[in-house]
């Protein structure tokens, strides 16, 4: 199904994302793929990222 895409076909659909989003969303579409894939493979190897400190009081103390 979708390996019949050539050339001709690839730059299409490019020019489509191009009309509908605009030139200057595609760097920022592009980002957020490639956040959202790694995340997604991230996730499926079971990483999970240091913990943060405990939340803070508003005297600066830490939670107990």
């Not at 760097?27 to 499926?44: H, V």
């Not at 913990?51 to 939670?63: E, I, Q, T, Y």
Request: avoid cysteine; charged fraction near 25%; aromatic fraction near 4%.
């Amino acid at each position: 199904m979708f390996g019949s895409l050539g050339i001709p076909e690839l730059l299409l659909i490019l020019l489509i994302v191009i009309i509908i989003f605009g030139a200057g969303k595609l760097p920022q579409l592009g980002k957020g793929m490639g956040e959202g894939i790694r995340n997604f493979r991230d996730s499926l190897k079971g990483d999970q990222p240091p913990k943060s400190d405990p939340p803070k009081d508003d005297d600066g103390s830490k939670n107990r």
